[in-house]
Structures are given as structure tokens and as C-alpha cells.
């Protein structure tokens, strides 16, 4: 495998939502009488739908010292609700051969389910009951609760990400964007019956709910058939919903010794929302930094030129209320430092000097060309809609977008390369054996 | 692939453990006078084009010593020709809007880009052009050996389950190619020369050893005709060397423990089992899906249900493997929880499967999983295409076509029959990862 992996292209396009030059995607819109913005994309190509819904109920609504409970009851959807066992939810879903996949993230929940055409009334009943009438059995949620304890322990497996994890921390202290979804082994002891009922009945509303369909069907037949399935769900109570505050933590350097022969390196510090002014020109100036896969600054002087790397990226993550800008790589511990300084001169260069010409029209290039390409299946397709739903972008962006990075300049590039590269603000995650890192300040 | 993969591996298994199928397929064949095969599939959904060209080399064709070097002679491609400048065609590729990639497997090694019709001609040209021109230039050997060398410590050596998989393979295969791992041992990689990849390049790289996919938005005589116009004048090469070993049978079981820092146990059984082009193939899928398909299948409803001594479990048919593969039952072991009990539970499910036959309704759920996740494989253009790819490389692509009324036919009798026959303790190889804790900090 030589070249970066389809599963961190796919997050980054999932974050970055390039534009649509060539569309075939023909977006419709529509609010549902209960509160649910239906975006769909009629794709008759192949007989099966896919729903994608976001739900505004995620971990960043659980209190202080209840970490885990929003994961928690994104799990247990499809254990068992009134009328249906978890075996017998399985079993439905097995038959068709349908997946169905919750998870859980800080801003949203997501439920996805691609399902046959001719089984689309099995899947939307089984939804509507999934999200309706849950009901949270206490021998479900032991069960899942022993479940995502082991999967914390798991993630402590993989050095890359307890670096990612240290990182957040850091990055966002005493805030939610700080924590990781799952929790706590010690708070999700706490977690409960009734907690875990009162998020549901709180956050699991229609009118905190984008759908996006996408397949062998109409927009007004879907509609219908919503409508129908969906009668039970009404809409809740009203949430006084204020973003938490989180300002970015200070510099630091953060070692953390494990027995391996790579140092997994992450350091970053804040950025900006998806809704800044200047999001574009970041992705453009990014792009040439270390966001273009092997057409990168950081992966020329990182591998091509001293061997030091198979993967090293950058990447400036906006999410709705936070953002941040991180590079991440890995390197045997001997060069561990070495490493970490180039990526530190490629960020000091591109603030002092203009990026050429030629690499800007390159960087703009590719993100206006690829972006069509990348809408190549429905489920794509289901996640990009209600993400321009979700940040508020319009149903017009994908046709404005080539124009919002086109008019991106070298001057643009440079400023904002002054502005959201701090290098003296970087947090600096290195877990390693340490005694062969040696990490200096 | 599945060690080489790493990060990416699951976005693999999605497209690839959904067996894609047609009705009757809208494949077609060429094969231009170099002996060069062509495969096209026009599927208009989506503006984008996924082009493939696949040599029969990998790992299998690697001799004692000499492992890694298929994996390494990849990297390598990408370092120019006397047309293109090192790194260059990543560069062109991305800035016209295309994504490119390669891997290699034990079987195989791929080189691919996903453009738009109107750019895809670029990445036609540049294969062709390496195809005989690769300069595998001498510069860039040394940075390029510890580049790879930093991909197997990403990817295999601080990774527990990988490094597992690696030993047990070694293993299980004694004598055939395939105990030894695609990106090579750590002291191979290192000792590997140019002269050793020169080699490698005159005796696999040709177009009589090679054949082309293209699946997705083209007109089929167009894209012909550039195919043509390529790689018509690339010459014929000798006829490489037939791989003619065979594994001998196995008779009785081999053990193998792995200690290693890590969180938790894993466990993994290998079966030896015929490829494809077995008609006892179709019958083995639709037993892996029996087994581990969905939430309602036997071992995740009995060890991760009901027992709760795993978080997660897998059984995996590799039937598209040049030679005879392994039928392989994995576990992640629930924290605290004995391996051996793990193991003992699994025997007991598989024992259960060679005594007495499952029932009606179960196989007709594996067959509806199979064949609604086939459906779902055609939804993008890169699954469609390295599924007819390694139906190429395996057998011939036609056997697609067959595939699902194949599948149709397995009664509860031949489950009954290649479970008893394949799922032999005495043909088994176990490997256990047991973590230890390393003293840190």
C-alpha cells in the first residue's frame, strides 16, 4: 500500500465538504410536519435506499461527571424496544441483510440504514420504533456498558490514538470537545436506567433530526412514507441550547511511554469553526501544507526527501462550534525529534513566504476537480446533505464552491497562514518509548 | 492485503465482503496483440472513472531473502520515468482532480486513480508509461527502504492483532509462499537491493502479465481506443515463472502464543480451504456468514450475547487467493476474560456446525445478506472494479457472473459436508495474542 488510506481520506473529506462541479445529485428539501428537515437525492441507478439521520444529541450534552451517557444510548437504540427483543431486531434486519449502524460523536448521533428497495417498509418501521420506543433494558445496559469498557481499553492499544485522544485533552480542557465520547470506566458506572431514558426522551426529537435519503425513490414518496412510519414521534420540550465555551489550552509538550519501536506524533493546537470567513482560504493554504495526500509540503520533506515517515498530514478540523489544526505522523523513536522540527520549519516557512503560484493552482485544482468524484456513492452522498444541512450551508453550495476557493489568492494564503499557524501555541503529544525519544523542548 | 492495508482495512472489507454481482454482466473483454487484457464496465451513476491496472506479482512470487519485494518494487514506481519526474504523477493525478493509489498483495500488485472522464486519458498514459520506463531511481532507494521499513513498524510491528496474523500465517503455511508477509521481513526490507528490484521490474512488469479494469462513467470504444493508442506499443515479455509450490497437508493442529504489550487477548483460527475455483467455495461463504453475519449469527450471538466473553468476532472465507487459502475464525477476548475459554466456545459452535445441519431459515438469511450486500457492492465504482480484478487474478472475471446462482444452490446438506470436511482440528493453526504490560513511565 503505498499511498495514504481511504479511511482518513474519507473523515477528511467528510469534515472538509468540497463542492459539486458536475452534480448529478438533484437535492430536494423539505421540513416534515413533526420537525424533520428531509434532504433526498433520487438515485434510481440500483434498487436500495439509504437513510442517514443527525441527530443534535451528542456527547457533548451529557453533564459533567455523566461522560459516556449520550454514547451509551446511541448503542442501545436497536437493543430492544417495546415490541422487539435485541435478537429480534438482529434477526429483522439479518433477513433483509440490511445494515444498520448508530454512532455516537460531540456535536451528533448518527443512525444509518441501507436497506433493499423492496424492504424499505420493514427498515423504516424498525427505525421509527428504534427511535420512538426504546426501551433500555438494565441486562442491555450492562451489556453494553462492559462493551464500550472494553473498547476504551482497546483504543489504548493503538499508540496513534491515545496520541489523538492526549491531544484533545490538551487542546480543549474542562470542555466536552475535550472528552471522548465513551467516557469514563468510573462515569459509566454511574450511568443508569433513568439517565439514560430522560437523554432519550430529551435529545432523540424530530425537530433536533436531519434525514438524508438518498436512492431508488421520490422525495415526495419518501416524504409519505415518513410521515406514516414516523407518527408517533413528536416533537419535545425546548432545549436552551448553548454551546459550551472552549478555549484552546496552552503549549505544551505531553510524553507518554509505551514499549514501540514509532513514536506517534501529534501537535496542533486551535483553529476555527466551519463557519468562518476564512475557512477556504485555510483549506487551500492546508492543502499545501500538508492536506494534499503525496502533493504536500510536509510529505515531501518528511518522506520523499529524508525517509523519515510512511504517513505525515495535516489538518484543520472546523467543526460547528470548535475547530483546531493538527499535524500528525509517525517515526521511528530515534528521529522522533528530528521530525518533529521539520514539521516545524515547513510551518514557519509557509507563514513567512508566499506559496508559488503553481502550487496554489494546483491546491485549488484539486479541491474543486476531486470534489464530484468523491460523491461516488449513495452513501456519500446521504452524508454529505445533511452536513450542508447540519452547518447551514444551502442546498446552492455545491454550485458556489469551485468560486469560494477559486477567488483564494497567495495573499490570502499568507495571511491566513500568519493568523491560524501559531507555532508558539502547539501542543505536542509524543507517545513513544521515550528513552529512545529523547523529546527536547 | 489485509496486513498491508492496516488503517484501511475495514473500508476494504466493506466494498470487498459485499460479493458484487450482476445479473448477467455488462463486462467486456478486449485483449490487445501485446497480450495485454482489458475489462470494462461503464456504470454512469456517478462522474467518476476508476482505472486498474493489475500485475500478477506479489509476495507469492518472492523467494526466501528476498521478502518485501513486490511491496518495495511498488513504492518504487512512483519514482519516475524519463517522461515523468520522481513523485510527479501523484502531483498530476491530484491536480487534475484524481485520486491515486496503489497496494500490493500476496498476489497481485495495483496501481489505480479515480478521475473524470474528460482527465482520465492522463492516468492511462502515465501506466503506460511506467509500465516500461519506470527508472526505479537509485536517488531515492535509500530514503524510499526506510520509508517502507517505517510503514512495517506503523503497520505490523507496534500493531498486536497484525503482528499476530503475521506469525500465525507463518505458521499455518510452512512451505508455500504465503507464510511470508507482503511488506516483507524487517531484515529482508533492509537487505533488499536495486539490482534485486531491476530484476523483479524486467521479469513481472509487462502487458502480457498484466490486465487492466476500467469501471465507471466512459464510452467503451473511446476509452478503448486510448487504452490502445497507450499501451498498444508497450512490447510482449517473456513468459514469467510459474510459482508451482504446494502446501503439503497438514496433519495436526499448530499453536503459536504472541506476547506483546497490548490491552486485549485476541484469538486467531486458521482452516486451510480451497480457493474459488472449488465448487465448495460457495457453500464455505455462505458458512462464514452463518457463523458470524450480522448480530443474529451463531458465534456473535453466543460469545459476545450471551456469554459476554468477546467483543467482537469474525469468520472470513479468503477464497480469492491464487492458491489455496485459510477459512479463519477471529475474537477480540472481553478484558479479564480467558482466551481459552474463547477458544473452547468457538470449537464448541464449529462442532456443532459438522454435526448436524442448519436450519431452512438460517441459510436463507446468508443467502439474502449475500445477495443484498452484492447489491450494495455496485454502489461504487472502486468496489465493482477490484472485485472483477480479483476475480481476474484469481480465476477468470466470468465467475462473477455465476456467483450468485451459485450461492442459490448451497443446500443445508453442503453446509454440512465442507464444514465437516475444511473445519478439521487437525488442520488447524491457533494463534493467541496474550498482552503484557511493560513497566511504563
Given amino acids: 500500500?503505498?499511498?495514504?488510506?481511504?479511511?482518513?481520506?474519507?473523515v477528511a473529506f467528510a469534515l472538509s465538504l468540497p463542492a459539486v462541479s458536475e452534480t448529478r445529485l438533484t437535492p430536494e428539501r423539505s421540513v416534515l410536519e413533526n420537525g424533520v428537515v428531509l434532504l433526498t437525492s433520487e438515485q434510481r441507478a440500483l434498487p436500495m435506499v439509504t437513510l442517514h439521520f443527525?441527530?443534535?444529541?451528542?456527547?457533548?450534552?451529557?453533564?459533567?461527571?455523566?461522560?459516556?451517557?449520550?454514547?451509551?444510548t446511541s448503542?442501545?437504540?436497536?437493543?430492544?424496544?417495546?415490541?422487539?427483543?435485541?435478537?429480534?431486531?438482529?434477526?429483522?434486519?439479518?433477513?433483509?441483510?440490511?445494515?444498520?449502524?448508530?454512532?455516537?460523536?460531540?456535536?451528533?448521533?448518527?443512525?444509518?440504514?441501507?436497506?433493499?428497495?423492496?424492504?424499505?417498509?420493514?427498515?423504516?418501521?424498525?427505525?421509527?420504533?428504534?427511535?420512538?420506543?426504546?426501551?433500555?433494558?438494565?441486562?442491555?445496559?450492562e451489556r453494553q456498558k462492559q462493551s464500550v469498557i472494553a473498547s476504551i481499553r482497546a483504543k489504548d492499544e493503538d499508540p496513534g490514538q491515545v496520541a489523538q485522544i492526549k491531544f484533545s485533552e490538551a487542546l480543549f480542557p474542562r470542555s466536552p470537545y475535550g472528552r471522548q465520547v465513551e467516557g469514563s470506566e468510573d462515569s459509566l458506572k454511574r450511568a443508569d436506567r433513568a439517565q439514560l431514558l430522560?437523554?432519550?426522551?430529551?435529545?432523540?426529537?424530530?425537530?433536533?433530526?436531519?434525514?438524508?435519503?438518498?436512492?431508488?425513490?421520490?422525495?415526495?414518496?419518501?416524504?409519505?412514507?415518513?410521515?406514516?412510519?414516523?407518527?408517533?414521534?413528536?416533537?419535545?420540550?425546548?432545549?436552551?441550547?448553548?454551546?459550551?465555551?472552549?478555549?484552546?489550552?496552552?503549549?505544551?509538550?505531553?510524553?507518554?511511554?509505551?514499549?514501540?519501536?514509532?513514536?506517534?506524533?501529534?501537535?496542533?493546537?486551535?483553529?476555527?469553526?466551519?463557519?468562518?470567513?476564512?475557512?477556504?482560504?485555510?483549506q487551500v493554504m492546508n492543502y499545501i501544507l500538508g492536506g494534499g495526500g503525496f502533493s504536500s509540503r510536509l510529505m515531501d520533506s518528511v518522506r520523499n526527501e529524508r525517509g523519515l515517515a510512511y504517513s505525515v498530514s495535516s489538518h484543520f478540523s472546523a467543526e460547528k462550534y470548535v475547530g483546531s489544526f493538527a499535524v500528525t505522523m509517525q517515526t521511528k523513536n530515534e528521529t522522533a525529534q528530528e521530525a518533529i522540527r521539520i514539521a516545524k520549519e515547513e510551518i514557519q516557512r509557509i507563514r513567512q513566504e508566499k506559496v508559488k503560484d503553481q502550487e496554489?493552482?494546483?491546491?485549488?485544482?484539486?479541491?474543486?476537480?476531486?470534489?464530484?468524484?468523491?460523491?461516488?456513492?449513495?452513501?456519500?452522498?446521504?452524508?454529505?446533505?445533511?452536513?450542508?444541512?447540519?452547518?447551514?450551508?444551502?442546498?446552492?453550495?455545491?454550485?458556489?464552491?469551485?468560486?469560494?476557493?477559486?477567488?483564494?489568492?497567495?495573499?490570502?494564503?499568507?495571511?491566513?497562514?500568519?493568523?491560524?499557524?501559531?507555532?508558539?501555541?502547539?501542543?505536542?503529544?509524543?507517545?513513544?518509548?521515550?528513552?529512545?525519544?529523547?523529546?527536547?523542548? | 492485503m489485509r496486513l498491508l492495508l492496516g488503517?484501511?482495512?475495514?473500508?476494504?472489507?466493506?466494498?470487498?465482503?459485499?460479493?458484487?454481482?450482476?445479473?448477467?454482466?455488462?463486462?467486456?473483454?478486449?485483449?490487445?496483440?501485446?497480450?495485454?487484457?482489458?475489462?470494462?464496465l461503464e456504470d454512469h451513476k456517478s462522474p467518476a472513472v476508476t482505472f486498474q491496472v493489475w500485475y500478477r506479482v506479489g509476495s507469492r512470487n518472492e523467494e526466501d531473502g528476498k521478502s518485501g519485494l513486490s511491496h518495495f518494487l511498488e513504492h518504487m514506481?512512483?519514482?519516475?520515468?524519463?517522461?515523468?519526474?520522481?513523485?510527479?504523477?501523484?502531483r498530476i493525478i491530484a491536480k487534475n482532480g484524481g485520486r491515486s493509489n496503489a497496494f500490493t498483495t500476496q498476489d497481485v500488485t495495483v496501481y489505480f486513480a479515480t478521475m473524470s472522464r474528460e482527465k482520465i486519458g492522463i492516468e492511462i498514459d502515465m501506466e503506460a508509461d511506467r509500465m516500461a520506463n519506470a527508472l526505479l531511481n537509485g536517488k531515492y532507494f535509500e530514503p524510499e527502504k526506510k520509508v517502507i521499513m517505517e510503514e512495517r513498524r506503523?503497520?505490523?510491528?507496534?500493531?498486536?492483532?497484525?503482528?499476530?496474523?503475521?506469525?500465525?500465517?507463518?505458521?499455518?503455511?510452512?512451505?508455500?509462499?504465503?507464510?511470508?508477509?507482503?511488506?516483507?521481513?524487517?531484515?529482508?526490507?533492509?537487505?533488499?537491493?536495486?539490482?534485486?528490484?531491476?530484476?523483479?521490474?524486467?521479469?513481472?512488469?509487462?502487458?502480457?502479465?498484466?490486465?487492466?479494469?476500467?469501471?465507471?462513467?466512459?464510452?467503451?470504444?473511446?476509452?478503448?481506443?486510448?487504452?490502445?493508442?497507450?499501451?498498444?506499443?508497450?512490447?510482449?515479455?517473456?513468459?514469467?515463472?510459474?510459482?508451482?509450490?504446494?502446501?503439503?497437508?497438514?496433519?495436526?493442529?499448530?499453536?503459536?502464543?504472541?506476547?506483546?504489550?497490548?490491552?486485549?487477548?485476541?484469538?486467531?483460527?486458521?482452516?486451510?480451504?480451497?480457493?474459488?475455483?472449488?465448487?465448495?467455495?460457495?457453500?464455505?461463504?455462505?458458512?462464514?456468514?452463518?457463523?458470524?453475519?450480522?448480530?443474529?449469527?451463531?458465534?456473535?450471538?453466543?460469545?459476545?450475547?450471551?456469554?459476554?466473553?468477546?467483543?467482537s468476532v469474525d469468520a472470513d472465507y479468503d477464497g480469492l487467493s491464487m492458491d489455496p487459502s485459510v477459512f479463519s475464525v477471529t475474537a477480540q477476548v472481553m478484558p479479564e476474560k480467558d482466551p481459552l475459554e474463547v477458544e473452547k466456545a468457538i470449537y464448541d459452535l464449529l462442532e456443532r456446525v459438522k454435526s448436524e445441519p442448519v436450519n431452512e431459515r438460517e441459510l436463507e438469511k446468508a443467502k439474502n445478506q449475500i445477495e443484498a450486500a452484492f447489491v450494495f457492492g455496485q454502489d461504487s465504482v472502486f468496489g465493482q472494479a477490484m472485485r472483477t480484478g480479483q476475480y481476474e487474478a484469481t480465476a477468470r472475471w466470468q465467475l462473477l457472473d455465476s456467483y450468485l446462482a451459485g450461492i442459490r444452490k448451497v443446500t443445508t446438506a453442503d453446509i454440512l459436508r465442507v464444514a465437516k470436511k475444511y473445519l478439521d482440528p487437525d488442520q488447524r493453526t491457533v494463534g493467541v495474542l496474550m498482552p503484557i504490560k511493560e513497566q511504563n513511565q
Fill in chain 2, 154 to 311: 506503523l503497520r505490523t510491528e507496534d500493531n498486536p492483532v497484525s503482528s499476530l496474523a503475521e506469525v500465525t500465517a507463518a505458521m499455518a503455511f510452512t512451505v508455500h509462499p504465503y507464510r511470508r508477509p507482503v511488506v516483507g521481513w524487517m531484515q529482508d526490507v533492509e537487505n533488499l537491493t536495486r539490482e534485486d528490484l531491476r530484476r523483479h521490474y524486467q521479469t513481472y512488469y509487462a502487458p502480457n502479465n498484466a490486465f487492466i479494469v476500467v469501471v465507471g462513467d466512459f464510452a467503451t470504444e473511446e476509452i478503448l481506443a486510448k487504452i490502445k493508442a497507450a499501451f498498444g506499443p508497450v512490447p510482449r515479455g517473456p513468459m514469467p515463472p510459474k510459482v508451482k509450490i504446494e502446501e503439503p497437508p497438514q496433519s495436526g493442529e499448530r499453536r503459536i502464543i504472541l506476547k506483546k504489550e497490548a490491552e486485549l487477548p485476541f484469538l486467531l483460527i486458521d482452516y486451510h480451504v480451497p480457493n474459488l475455483n472449488s465448487p465448495d467455495s460457495f457453500a464455505l461463504d455462505l458458512l462464514s456468514v452463518v457463523l458470524a453475519g450480522g448480530r443474529s449469527s451463531r458465534l456473535y450471538q453466543d460469545l459476545v450475547y450471551h456469554k459476554r466473553i468477546a467483543q
Fill in chain 1, 198 to 282: 430522560e437523554f432519550y426522551e430529551r435529545f432523540y426529537r424530530p425537530e433536533r433530526t436531519i434525514l438524508a435519503v438518498v436512492g431508488d425513490i421520490s422525495h415526495q414518496e419518501i416524504a409519505q412514507k415518513l410521515t406514516q412510519a414516523f407518527r408517533p414521534w413528536k416533537k419535545g420540550a425546548a432545549i436552551k441550547d448553548s454551546p459550551p465555551v472552549s478555549p484552546p489550552g496552552p503549549a505544551n509538550i505531553i510524553r507518554v511511554n509505551k514499549t514501540i519501536t514509532q513514536a506517534n506524533i501529534t501537535m496542533g493546537h486551535g483553529g476555527v469553526r466551519r463557519s468562518d470567513p476564512d475557512y477556504y482560504a485555510i
Fill in chain 2, 77 to 90: 514506481m512512483f519514482k519516475g520515468t524519463n517522461k515523468v519526474a520522481p513523485e510527479e504523477y501523484s
Fill in chain 1, 75 to 141: 448503542r442501545l437504540l436497536t437493543y430492544g424496544t417495546r415490541d422487539k427483543t435485541a435478537l429480534q431486531i438482529s434477526e429483522i434486519l439479518d433477513f433483509i441483510g440490511a445494515s444498520l449502524s448508530t454512532s455516537c460523536g460531540q456535536d451528533v448521533a448518527t443512525v444509518s440504514l441501507t436497506v433493499l428497495k423492496k424492504d424499505l417498509d420493514t427498515g423504516l418501521n424498525l427505525l421509527a420504533e428504534v427511535l420512538t420506543a426504546s426501551v433500555f433494558s438494565p441486562e442491555e445496559i
Fill in chain 1, 360 to 441: 496554489l493552482q494546483d491546491a485549488q485544482d484539486y479541491l474543486i476537480g476531486s470534489f464530484p468524484l468523491r460523491l461516488d456513492t449513495n452513501r456519500a452522498v446521504a452524508n454529505f446533505l445533511s452536513l450542508v444541512e447540519f452547518y447551514g450551508l444551502g442546498l446552492g453550495y455545491p454550485e458556489q464552491y469551485p468560486e469560494l476557493i477559486r477567488r483564494v489568492s497567495q495573499e490570502d494564503v499568507l495571511r491566513v497562514a500568519k493568523k491560524y499557524l501559531q507555532p508558539e501555541k502547539l501542543i505536542v503529544v509524543v507517545v513513544a518509548d521515550q528513552k529512545k525519544a529523547q523529546i527536547q523542548k
Fill in chain 1, 54 to 72: 443527525l441527530i443534535q444529541a451528542g456527547s457533548r450534552y451529557d453533564a459533567e461527571g455523566r461522560e459516556g451517557l449520550a454514547n451509551l
Fill in chain 1, 1 to 10: 500500500m503505498k499511498k495514504i488510506v481511504f479511511a482518513v481520506l474519507a
Fill in chain 2, 7 to 40: 488503517l484501511s482495512f475495514f473500508a476494504f472489507q466493506l466494498l470487498l465482503s459485499a460479493p458484487l454481482l450482476a445479473q448477467t454482466s455488462r463486462v467486456q473483454e478486449f485483449v490487445l496483440d501485446n497480450g495485454l487484457k482489458v475489462l470494462l
